[in-house]
């Protein structure tokens, strides 16, 4: 089936061109395309290359000034237009994880299939051609399409959380989001993580960035509440506590405050523990003694 783009098409039109007179295929991928979807924009924007993005990138770079950024351990580069967007373009990848919570060994995959292998969840695991004689078509290997119809969250092989246990606090951002569940065995494996402690193998800035994300939510409650339910925000504090004046604030700094005045004496640890910068610390706790005093 064809999934037009909702937005950027003269971007992405300028992209597919320059791919294919250097031979290469070209794929918006991920959350762009389950945006897509659910008929709305989306202002993230992944690319999928089929070889050598460079030179791709350094001709989107004459067209729009800018700058680009090269990581050639993940695969990636990363292209800034001249306002400062960011896009990343990728080759074609697989990744196999060394132990539970370790950053992943990345390398070179034969296709887009089998890219999409990789990724978090079904939803995310599609993406659409951009170049060649049949643009926007949707290659979708894994039902993430079906799952998105049913309003599903599901895990692509039994150990995705033992892997990587950030997708625990992502497939509670996305449920949260778009007001769906877990798919049963999905939930199952959460249970299982969460109870495996794989939560706590993290970083404490992985899991301040993860938490710092939810708190980005238009609404982050959703989330907060299945986070609860699965143990996995007694990883980020035992005294962890959230409320609709967490919701009622506005950019998650503020929102990170109001979770340390609802724990009370136990924020200032919460706030510590979140690894910010002496002064970042500083002002959420004046922040948080603020709202506790009303």
């Not at 994300?213 to 238009?218: A, F, G, N, R, V």
């Not at 299945?226 to 950019?251: D, M, N, R, T, Y």
Request: proline share 5%; glycine share 8%.
């Amino acid at each position: 089936m064809l999934l037009r783009p909702l937005n950027d098409l003269p971007l992405l039109q300028k992209a597919a061109a320059l791919a294919a007179g250097a031979g290469l295929e070209l794929y918006a991928v991920g959350g762009c395309a389950r945006d897509w979807a659910l008929g709305r924009p989306s202002a993230d924007i992944d690319f999928l290359v089929g070889g050598d993005q460079a030179p791709l990138v350094e001709a989107l770079e004459k067209e729009y000034g800018g700058s680009h950024q090269k990581f050639k351990l993940f695969l990636t580069v990363r292209f800034f237009d001249a306002q400062g967007r960011r896009l990343d373009f990728a080759r074609f990848r697989k990744e196999i994880y060394t132990k539970p919570a370790a950053l992943p060994t990345v390398s070179q995959a034969a296709s887009a299939a089998e890219d999409l292998k990789r990724r978090d969840f079904a939803c995310n695991a599609m993406a659409v051609r951009l170049d060649g004689p049949a643009p926007y078509s949707l290659l979708d290997p894994y039902k993430g399409l079906d799952d998105i119809k049913a309003g599903l969250v599901r895990v692509l092989h039994a150990a995705s959380f033992e892997d990587d246990p950030t997708r625990l606090y992502r497939a509670a951002r996305f449920a949260g989001r778009f007001g769906w569940r877990l798919e049963a065995g999905t939930l199952a494996l959460a249970r299982a993580a969460v109870g495996a402690g794989a939560p706590g193998l993290l970083s404490r800035e992985r899991l301040r960035n993860e938490l710092v994300k939810i708190l980005k939510e238009e609404n982050p409650l959703p989330a907060l509440e299945l986070l609860k339910e699965l143990g996995a925000l007694a990883v980020i504090h035992p005294a962890f506590a959230f409320g609709p004046s967490v919701a009622a604030q506005s950019g998650h700094f503020a929102r990170l405050a109001a979770i340390a005045a609802l724990m009370g004496p136990a924020g200032e640890e919460f706030a510590a523990g979140l690894r910010l910068s002496k002064k970042e610390t500083a002002e959420l706790l004046k922040n948080s003694a603020a709202l506790r005093r009303g």
